[in-house]
C-alpha cells in the first residue's frame, strides 16, 4: 500500500494535464524502490468549490497526500517522499511560472490494527513475471 490522493483546483484544467501528473507520481513511486508494485494507487481529485487566500479565483493548488502502511523507517520515507515531490514539483514549475499556485505533499501512515486490504493484483504480478 500506498495509496496517493491528489485533489487539485478545478481553475488548472487547461494549464496541467492531470492524466500525465498521476503517471508521474506512479512512476516516481515505484522508482524509490520502497513500495510493492501491485500496491500503488493514484487517484486525482478536481475540486469545482474551493476557496484560497483571500478569495481570488486565478489562484490555484494541488494538494497530494500519501497513505502508507507501517514498516518503514523515517529515513527511508523522508528519502522517498522527497524524490517523490521533487519530481511533482518539477513537473509543475510551468504552473508556478504563470499562475499563483500551492503545492503540498504530506505522508500519513496506517495504523495496521485499523487498516483492512484486500488485493489480489499482487499475485497477477508475480504470474506475469514467472510468465514474462
Known amino acids: 500500500m500506498p495509496h496517493f490522493t491528489i485533489e487539485y483546483s478545478a481553475n488548472l484544467d487547461g494549464l496541467v494535464d492531470i ?4 503517471e508521474l507520481v506512479r512512476k516516481a513511486a515505484v522508482e524509490t524502490g520502497i513500495f510493492p508494485l501491485g500496491g ?10 474551493y476557496a484560497i487566500a483571500d478569495g481570488r479565483k486565478n489562484y490555484g493548488f ?14 527511508t520515507r ?25 503545492l503540498s505533499f504530506d505522508m500519513q501512515i496506517n495504523d495496521k490494527e485499523t487498516s483492512w486490504k484486500r488485493n489480489n493484483i499482487h499475485d497477477a504480478l508475480k504470474v506475469e513475471t514467472v510468465n514474462g
Open 19 to 22: 492524466g500525465a501528473t498521476v
Open 40 to 49: 500503488i494507487r493514484v487517484r486525482a481529485i478536481r475540486c469545482e468549490h
Open 62 to 75: 494541488l494538494d497530494m497526500v500519501l497513505r502508507l502502511g507501517e514498516g518503514r523507517d523515517l529515513t
Open 78 to 102: 523522508k528519502k522517498a517522499g522527497e524524490h517523490i515531490f521533487e519530481a511533482l514539483s518539477a513537473h509543475l514549475d510551468p504552473v508556478f511560472a504563470n499562475s499563483k499556485f500551492a
